[in-house]
C-alpha cells in the first residue's frame, strides 16, 4: 500500500503546491523562515490555527489511520468521533429536533466537509495533533530528500521519535534536520494570547445577548449554523490578512488542561462567550471541537 499525503499537507499548508510554503518547506532553516502550516504567527514563538479543525481534516485522519492499522483496530475505533452528540438531549427543544439528522451525515457528507469536526473527546483531539506533527515533518523531510515515500505498514510508518532514533528505514538524523513542529491544544492562557491577536467577536452584535450565536438563524440550516470562513469569501484571504477566525462562536475548543474548553460555541449564548470564555466539558457535544497551537522544538531526546 502506498498512501499520498498530498492533500492532507495542501490543507496543513492551506496553499497550492509552489507558492511560497512550497519554498519555505526546502529552506534549510525553515524553523525560522517557516510558519507551521495552517497556522499564524501569534509571537513569542507561538503559531495559531487560522480555523477549527474541519470534518474533511479528521477524515484525512481516519483514512490514514485505517490504511496503516485497518478499520477494525483499536487505534481506528478510537479516533472516530461521537456522531451521537447530535441527538443530546440539550438539543431537543422544538426548535432543535431536526438536528438528529446530522448524526448520519454530519461528519462524511460532502456538503459538511468544511465545517468543524465535532463530537470529539480531548485524548482523541491529544492523538491528532501528534499525528499532525508527524505528517507536517515527513513533508518537510520529503521536500528536502532525506526521506522518501515508501509502501509502509504500522511499524514501518514515519514519526519524529522513529526519524530521531535512527529507526526510521535506518536513517541517521542529520544536524539540519534538528527541529520539529510541535501542534498540541493551548493551554489557557495561549487561548488569552490568541485572542488578544484577535478577537472574532469583537465587532459581533446582537439585540439579545441571551440569544445563542446562532442568533435569528433557524437551526435546521445546518449549512449556515457554522460561521466558518471555510465557508465563505473570508478564506481565500487567509494567508492574506492573517487573521485567525472564530476564537469565540461557531465551536468552543478542546485546551491542554482537563475539562476545560476555551471560546463559546453555537450553543453557547453571546453573553456567555464574551464574559465567561471557560467551559467546563465532562464529555464530547457538538458545539466543541479543537484547533492548536505550534511551536518548532529541538529534538532532545524525548517528545
Known sequence: MRYLPLA????????????????QMKDKN???????PGTVNIGGGLYYDQTPVTNINWREYLYWLQQIYGGKSPEYLAALPDTLVWQDSGLQKDSCKCLKILSRNYL??????????VGITQPQAEAFAKWRSDRVMEFILLRHGVVKR??????????????????FNNIKPTPDFS???DYRLPTTAEWGKAVKYDDSLSGKKGKNKEQNLWLDIKPCHADILFATPTENDDMKKLSDKKRIYNLRDNVSQWTSEQGICEGGGWHDTLKAATVQDTFHRSKPNAWTGARYICTWKKWDGAR
Open 8 to 23: 492532507l499537507l495542501l490543507w496543513l499548508a492551506g496553499c497550492k503546491a509552489g507558492d511560497v510554503y512550497e519554498k
Open 30 to 36: 525553515y524553523s525560522q523562515t517557516l510558519t507551521p
Open 108 to 117: 462524511r457528507h460532502p456538503k459538511y466537509a468544511n465545517y468543524p469536526v
Open 150 to 167: 515508501l509502501m509502509f505498514n504500522k511499524d514501518s510508518c514515519f514519526t519524529i521519535e522513529k526519524y530521531y532514533s535512527g529507526k
Open 179 to 181: 527541529f520539529y513542529p
